[in-house]
Structure formats: C-alpha cells, structure tokens
T-cell receptor, first 114, second 114 residues
Framework: DTEVTQTPKHLVMGMTNKKSLKCEQH?????MYWYKQKAKKPPELMFV???????INESVPSRFSPECPNSSLLNLHLHALQPEDSALYLC?????????????FGPGTRLTVT | GDSVTQMEGPVTLSEEACLTI???????????LFWYVQYPGEGLQLLLK?????DKGSNKGFEATYRKETTSFHLEKGSVQVSDSAVYFC?????????????FGQGTRLTINP
C-alpha cells in the first residue's frame, strides 16, 4: 500500500481564520513533506520532517506552522493567511531523507483564501 | 545546484500517436531519476523510476532510460490514449541542509485527442 491521505480535500477560509491541514501515511516512512503548488507550476517544497523532527524550512512565512505529532501524521496549521496563499497543498512521504528514495504524494488540499 | 530541464509544453497529440517528452538534468553524484504524473484535480503519482545509469523504468506503457552520458531521462510511449492526458514532471532527489528534496522540471501538459 503506497497511500498518503490528506484532509480536507477542499478548504475555504478567511484571512482571520485558523485552520489545519492533515496528512497521514501508514507505510512506515520516516520522512514527510509539505509542498505548495500553484496552477501550472511544479510543487514547491515548504517543509521536511525526518524522524518527526523538522529538517528543512524553505523560508516559509510564520503564518504556516507545521507539526509532526508522530511518525504517521503531519499537520499544517494555518493562521492569518493571504489571498496569494491560495493553492494546492500536497503532502508526501518517503522511506527516509538520506539516500535517493522516491516520494509518495497525497491527493492534496485545495485551499482558497478569501 | 542540481536542476532538471524539461521539454516545454503544452503537447497535443492524437490517440495512438508516439510520445516523447524530453528531460535533461544536472546533478552532483548519481541520483535516482523519476517521472511523476498529475491528472486533473489530483496529486502527483510516481509513474516510473530508474536508480542507476542504463536502468530502464517502465509502467503503464511508458518507458524512460537513465542516460548518464547525455544526462537525460526522456519519457516515451509508443501509442498514447486519451486517458494519458495529464501533466508530467521529471524529477530528481537532491541533498539540501542534510535532507533530501525533490527537484522538479517545469512540467509538460499533455493533451490526447480522440
């Protein structure tokens, strides 16, 4: 099973709201990732977690706050977002961050900020 | 740094036509190479991979050969179907800040007409 699940599938939020995106995998992978994808562009890496610790933060604004409560779960907490943050948010996982392993992606959360 | 250059799209073909999407890369060392596919409204799916020089990855009728001498990983299919309409991304894993991240090409949008 190579499934990564994400909830919700769609999210509409105002600029003053607080919401969270959730990602889950049960493949025993120890690396998890958040990407942001704008229309007609490749995904852009936001955060990398390795063994539940934050390894990479690609200079993402603090209104995005990641959390990895355990090896299967990854959350992205959203607060005071801007309309330009509207995008598809993708979660991915891989066996680990060392080596050259493929990443498995979830279906994404389509976020609209109004 | 590591990079991927992918054939510009969009590409429009008739059903049963032959397909080639070019991908060249610049990398330190000899990473694995991947092709991902993104169907409309969905996340990315790993289509195929190759882990070393001269490896051929294949899946769903698609093939790509890891060519170290030309630093290429072109995607090919002998007879495309309407269901192959999607965006295709060439990618390689790259080390950054002690962890792996995927470097993507810009993506090639493929439309197959019946």
């Amino acid at each position: 099973d190579t499934e990564v699940t994400q909830t919700p599938k769609h999210l509409v939020m105002g600029m003053t709201n607080k919401k969270s995106l959730k990602c889950e995998q049960h493949m025993g992978h120890r690396a998890m990732y958040w990407y942001k994808q704008k229309a007609k562009k490749p995904p852009e890496l936001m955060f990398v977690y390795s063994y539940e610790k934050l390894s990479i933060n690609e200079s993402v604004p603090s209104r995005f706050s990641p959390e990895c409560p355990n090896s299967s779960l990854l959350n992205l907490h959203l607060h005071a977002l801007q309309p330009e943050d509207s995008a598809l948010y993708l979660c991915a996982s891989s066996i680990q961050t060392s080596g050259y392993y493929e990443q498995y992606f979830g279906p994404g959360t389509r976020l609209t900020v109004t | 740094g590591d990079s991927v250059t992918q054939m510009e799209g969009p590409v429009t073909l008739s059903e049963e036509a032959c397909l080639t999407i070019n991908c060249t890369y610049t990398a330190t060392g000899y990473p694995s190479l991947f092709w991902y596919v993104q169907y409309p409204g969905e996340g990315l799916q790993l289509l195929l991979k190759a882990t070393k020089a001269d490896d051929k990855g294949s899946n769903k009728g698609f093939e790509a050969t890891y060519r170290k001498e030309t630093t290429s990983f072109h995607l090919e299919k002998g007879s495309v179907q309407v269901s192959d309409s999607a965006v295709y991304f060439c990618a390689l894993p790259s080390r950054s800040q002690g962890a792996q991240k995927l470097v993507f090409g810009q993506g090639t949008r493929l439309t197959i007409n019946p």
